[in-house]
């Protein structure tokens, strides 16, 4: 199959080209410049381009980035009849959320980056000829992973103490070859059209559990100690690290038999491979 993806150079790409090249797929980088979308014999289109981690983003970044490439792609893709995957976020359902998630669940974005994937997300299943999939990842993580998780590595192997040990919460989290493993799983899967899929690597972690399971794949104990979790949540996005938000990946075993291959286990230990090495 020949599959167009957007933002193949970065992280989720390029881990993403080199398994469908590996697969056997033909792959084509397409250009993020507004008006050079095209798509001429692609079947699919994977569009993963965005701005995801700027602290400041200019007035109307993020609308160009996230909401009218995608667009752009989104009328491409309708016009030469290709399967669209969209690749959103979870915090489209915002950040503090007791339940776990589902494709059902109400929109509830809680900054900027959210709510302009929850803008493209709307505009793309409002184009009728399109045929879209939608992906709603948590954090993903593995080899080349930027921002807070490569923050949180750093500070393990470093050995600095931790003020986590107090937070009871639940959070899911992907590995980036588990994320590759489903986009292909949808790729001209006609049972795959119109859905919205929310995977993980399977049952949620704690924070606390989360940086002791990776000090261990690291062979760096946790140094946690005890701080109240409201006191944390007074520094910016401390939320993230104390409260829950995880998904209920049941829909994808069901509709598309398919559930994360590589184990968190192993994961964990091939992204502290690729730390050890950096």
């Known amino acids: 199959m020949r599959v167009a993806v957007s933002g193949a150079r970065g992280f989720i790409g390029t881990a993403l080209c080199r398994r469908l090249r590996a697969d056997g797929h033909e792959v084509r980088a ?5 008006g050079s979308v095209r798509l001429t014999d692609e079947a699919a289109v994977v569009h993963l381009a965005g701005l ?3 602290k400041s983003p200019a007035p109307g970044e993020l609308q160009r980035a996230n909401v009218d490439l995608a667009c752009e792609v989104g009328n491409a893709a309708a016009s030469s009849g290709a399967q669209m995957i969209f690749i959103s976020s979870i915090k489209v359902h915002g950040e503090d959320c007791d339940e776990p998630l589902r494709d059902t669940s109400p929109f509830d974005p809680q900054d900027a980056y959210a709510a302009s994937k929850m803008r493209a997300e709307q505009a793309l299943r409002a184009m009728s000829s399109l045929r879209l999939t939608v992906i709603r990842p948590p954090l993903v993580y593995g ?3 930027k921002a807070n998780f490569l923050s949180l590595m750093v500070a393990l192997a470093r050995g600095w103490p931790l003020p986590f040990a107090s937070i009871v919460n639940r959070r899911s989290f992907l590995y980036v070859e588990n994320l590759a493993d489903l986009i292909l799983r949808c790729l001209g899967e006609p049972g795959a059209l119109g859905r919205i899929y929310l995977p993980c690597d399977g049952v949620p972690l704690s924070t606390p559990q989360l940086c002791r399971d990776l000090g261990q794949a690291l062979h760096t104990p946790a140094h946690l100690f005890h701080f109240p979790p409201r006191a944390l949540e007074l520094a910016r996005g401390a939320r993230r690290l104390t409260r829950s938000l995880y998904a209920d990946s049941a829909a ?4 598309l038999a398919w559930r994360a291959p590589v184990s968190r286990a192993e994961a964990l230990r091939a992204t502290a491979r690729w730390f050890a090495a950096r």
């Open 30 to 34: 397409i250009a993020h410049a507004a």
């Open 52 to 54: 995801a981690h700027r």
């Open 143 to 145: 080899p080349g992973v």
């Open 252 to 255: 994808l075993l069901e509709q």
